[in-house]
């Protein structure tokens, strides 16, 4: 069996351009998801789906009988401790599909030397230790607020600050120039982790 491929975690607030980085490392070659993804397809799971409308109503239902993501958020955000469940529920089920996609991936006959993974929360719920390397991506916060819909505020105000996360992860960009800039670093990245 090949060796496990290095695995590492992106991470950094909201806007800062953690998705573009996931990105620019599939194009170099890397295997990824996000953590995104891996809820996307977690609330598609009937106990999932059973679990969640049980506790937040048949509001987060889209008329497909599917979880409308954007009505869940609406209620979480405006909610707490709803919040904190659903955090609570998924957070153990998305770390555990993450590990078997890792485990799978080291299983293939021509298995990728780096896996990477989008997780906006990485340092607050411990994932850190899951991972052999962590990246994280900051930007001013005029320009995150610019670059994202999201209302920030709320939950930036549950976030480790990026002057913390720095210090703790392997390699950090700040993500104030073009997309072009932001794959000299990934390639980078990639060249330190995987060298050819």
């Not at 599917?66 to 209620?75: K, W």
């Not at 957070?91 to 989008?118: F, G, I, M, S």
């Not at 700040?174 to 997309?179: A, V």
Request: proline residues 5%; aromatic residues 6%.
């Amino acid at each position: 069996m090949s060796p496990r491929p290095v695995a590492v975690a992106i991470t950094g607030g909201i806007g800062a351009g953690k998705s573009e980085a996931l990105r620019a490392f599939a194009r170099h070659g890397a295997a990824t998801v996000s953590s995104d993804e891996i809820v996307h397809h977690l609330l598609q799971r009937e106990e999932v789906k059973q679990l969640v409308v049980g506790r937040m109503g048949n509001g987060v239902l889209s008329p497909e009988d599917e979880i409308d993501r954007g009505a869940l958020a609406t209620v979480v955000f405006n909610d707490r401790e709803a919040l904190a469940w659903l955090e609570e529920l998924l957070h153990p089920l998305v770390a555990a599909e993450y590990l078997q996609w890792r485990e799978d991936l080291a299983k293939l006959p021509n298995a990728p030397q780096v896996c990477v993974t989008e997780v906006p929360l990485l340092y607050e719920t411990g994932g850190d230790a899951r991972f052999d390397k962590v990246v994280v991506i900051t930007a001013p916060t005029k320009l995150r607020r610019a670059r994202s819909e999201v209302a920030t505020d709320d939950r930036e105000s549950r976030l480790i600050p990026d002057a913390e996360k720095v210090e703790r992860a392997d390699y950090s960009f700040k993500n104030t120039g073009g997309l072009e800039e932001l794959d000299a670093f990934v390639a980078s990245v990639l060249a330190d982790l995987a060298p050819s």
